[in-house]
């Protein structure tokens, strides 16, 4: 299979890109034939956007439970319906995520969730990248580490029998006001040893780091670090609590954030991420929507305008976090972080490319392509999707749209009188 764009705009020029399966392999004039040929006039190529923070079949509770505070949230309208959830739930759920990632420009996402053989499934079909954890809880419960262990690693193995190279498995502790030390130390441990990300929640409320210093008398990522669950393959999801002491040993260990800065507001976490303590450091920081409940789309569009005007916003700075820099964030940035070879269009990369209509509205005049990007473009200014090669979206059409929409409705229908 082989793709040739013509004449798109890239980096300020016209040009062809050809893409032979999975990789880009010529950039600039290209007189070879292709089996699928693209019309790129009134369009701009940038890399596939990343994702680093979904619970993707949240997509069946999107718009349910607003306005809450989060634990409040979590406890009263997310954890007794998702007690419900089973495998088909989380298909179509995932499903419905893909297809609006599809639809808004991601190729590739962070996942956290349950029944992790479904998710890949969805991920199979859909044709987008997912980095796939298994969450686990065990509610601070100090037992069977062994089990829950074994647990985990029977979640990686069923990723992997479902046999596609864009599903990859990663381990998801949840917090850690949800799972005990004694499991995050052997989480880290097997993190270790099978080389696999992990993907946490940390440091997202004040309330967790002072609940965490009443319950074991030490402070929360000081113990993280010492139980050894920080290495550069973890990506922390919101690290917005963090001290100059935390930042510091973030670095040194290289861990990644992921910035969610819309469900960071929604929820009101209190304050913003410490992006330019973080940048000082050299700490990489990603994008990420959350899931939909908190957010409560997947658009990692608005979420890079989010992100550059929080940053605006909490530091009386309009210089603060620049467009440019948002952009790498939401491609190069995630990309590293998910060990994944995509995030920029050059030769010998991934194929992971998304073409933005210059003809929309929000795109005209084209004095600064960058800009209009970040701070005008929404999700419905991309054309066309290509992810590891492949056509997914073309003229903003995904082949078997309507069944995901209307199997997905159903899930969700049919979950939320389950109770
Ligand atoms: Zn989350």
Redo the contacts with the bound molecule.
């Keep these: 299979m082989s793709v040739l764009i013509r004449g798109v705009r890239l980096d300020g020029k016209n040009v062809d890109i050809y893409c032979e399966d999975d990789r880009i392999t010529e950039i600039g004039s290209v007189s070879v034939e292709a089996d699928h040929v693209i019309d790129g006039s009134d369009k701009a190529a940038i890399p596939g956007l990343v994702n680093t923070?979904t619970?993707a079949a949240m997509t069946l509770f999107r718009s349910h439970g607003n306005d809450l505070p989060l634990m409040t949230w979590l406890s009263e309208k997310i954890w007794p319906i998702e007690a419900h959830l089973n495998a088909d739930d989380i298909y179509w759920g995932t499903r419905l995520a893909c297809l609006e990632m599809i639809k808004t420009g991601t190729t590739a996402f962070n996942d956290?969730y349950y029944h992790v053989g479904a998710t890949a499934r969805a991920v199979d079909d859909s044709g987008i990248r997912g980095v796939i954890s298994a969450v686990f809880f065990n509610m601070l419960d100090t037992g069977d580490i062994d089990a829950a262990i074994k647990g985990m690693t029977d979640q990686v193995n069923e990723i992997r029998s479902v046999g596609c190279d864009r599903a990859v498995p990663a381990l998801g502790p949840h917090a850690p006001y949800t799972v005990s030390d004694e499991a995050l130390g052997a989480i880290g441990d097997l993190s270790e040893k099978e080389d696999l990300l992990v993907h946490f929640?940390l440091a997202e409320t004040e309330k967790e780091i002072n609940d965490y210093k009443e319950r074991t008398g030490e402070y929360l990522v000081p113990r993280m670090e010492e139980i050894g669950l920080l290495s550069p393959r973890m990506i922390a999801?919101?690290s917005v609590w963090v001290s100059p002491e935390d930042l510091d040993i973030m670095a040194r260990n290289g861990v990644t954030a992921s910035h969610?800065p819309i469900?960071n507001m929604k929820l009101s976490v209190g304050r913003a991420l410490p992006y330019p303590e973080m940048m000082a450091r050299g700490i990489p920081v990603t994008l990420g929507t959350?899931?939909c409940a908190?957010n409560n789309d997947l658009d990692m569009f608005e979420t890079m305008k989010f992100a550059a005007l929080l940053q605006k916003h909490a530091t009386n700075d309009p210089t603060a976090l620049p467009a440019h820099e948002a952009l790498l964030m939401a491609t190069r940035a995630g990309a590293a972080a998910l060990s994944i070879d995509t995030g920029e269009i050059v030769v010998g990369r991934k194929a992971d490319i998304v073409l933005i209509d210059l003809k929309r509205p929000e795109m005209v005049p084209g004095h600064d392509l960058v800009s209009n990007i970040v701070y005008s473009a929404n999700g419905s200014c991309v054309n066309t999707t290509i992810c590891d090669g492949q056509v997914l979206m073309m003229d903003r059409i995904v082949e078997g749209e309507a069944e995901v929409l209307q199997k997905a409705a159903e899930a969700a229908n049919d979950l939320f009188c389950r109770e």
């Design positions: 923070h619970h956290m929640h999801a919101h969610c469900s959350d899931g908190s």
